[in-house]
């Protein structure tokens, strides 16, 4: 089946350095990715939406300034936390749609745990 | 609307026993709803899917069930077993391969 890779599965950081996450699509094109965030014990929130060649979709209360999104090919989606503190720390889930697959659609990454000190 | 952040219930089950697993989704626009199940540290795991266009779907020793009407869907998992245990999340969409919302979140633990 289709694989999404995510790395780094964890990182710790300084508050204050920015943390780059990548998400990668192993054997499809994906047109469209989506980062979800998770609290400790609670649900997947979604971002923002991921579009290659252009500028990413944010939800509402997502500061696009923080979270930088870019997703320059077809293969790759890298979120940017700017200037990280410590609640910012959490799990950060990326997924790929595969455009045309049948069944299941989206395809999610193994996520990063992301630590701020 | 968005999930808010709530701590997940829990529900708890013997080997062997059946679960049930219920979640209430937001958007009666929504068209299309997938079951997850998230082992701890881990990605959202495909389970099982359904089209608004459908009450029932069943794979292997699981069984989604869709109530428009009041908007529920729910998870049935048979014989449950102790790798079962994970949280079990719905999530729904308009387009199949759209941005998912995801629900609430059940902590399932199995005892042996």
């Known amino acids: 089946g289709a694989v999404v890779s995510q790395h780094p599965s964890w990182v710790i950081c300084k508050s204050g350095t920015s943390v780059k996450i990548e998400c990668r699509s192993l054997?499809?094109?994906?047109?469209?990715m989506f980062w979800y965030r998770q609290f400790p014990k609670q649900s997947l929130m979604l971002m923002a939406t991921s579009n290659e060649g252009s500028k990413a979709t944010y939800e509402q209360g997502v500061e696009k300034d923080k979270f930088l999104i870019n997703h320059a090919s077809l293969t790759l989606s890298t979120l940017t936390v700017t200037s990280a503190h410590p609640e910012d720390s959490s799990f950060y889930i990326c997924?790929?749609?595969?455009?045309?697959?049948?069944?299941?659609?989206?395809?999610f990454g193994s996520g990063t745990q992301l630590s701020v000190l | 609307g968005e999930s808010v952040g709530l701590h997940l219930p829990t529900l708890s089950v013997q080997e062997g026993d059946n679960s049930i697993i219920n979640c209430a989704y937001s958007n009666s626009a929504s068209d299309y709803f997938i079951w997850y199940k998230q082992e701890s540290g881990k990605g959202p795991q495909f389970i099982i899917d359904i089209r608004s266009n459908m009450d029932k779907r069943q794979g292997q020793r699981v069984t989604v069930l869709l109530n428009k009407t009041v908007k529920h869907l729910s998870l049935q998992i048979a014989a449950t077993q102790p790798g079962d245990s994970a949280v079990y999340f719905c999530a729904e969409t308009r387009n199949q391969g759209g941005k998912l919302i995801f629900g609430q979140g059940t902590e399932l633990s199995v005892k042996p």
């Open positions: 054997d499809f094109q994906a047109t469209t």
């Open positions: 997924s790929a749609n595969r455009p045309g697959y049948r069944g299941e659609k989206l395809f």
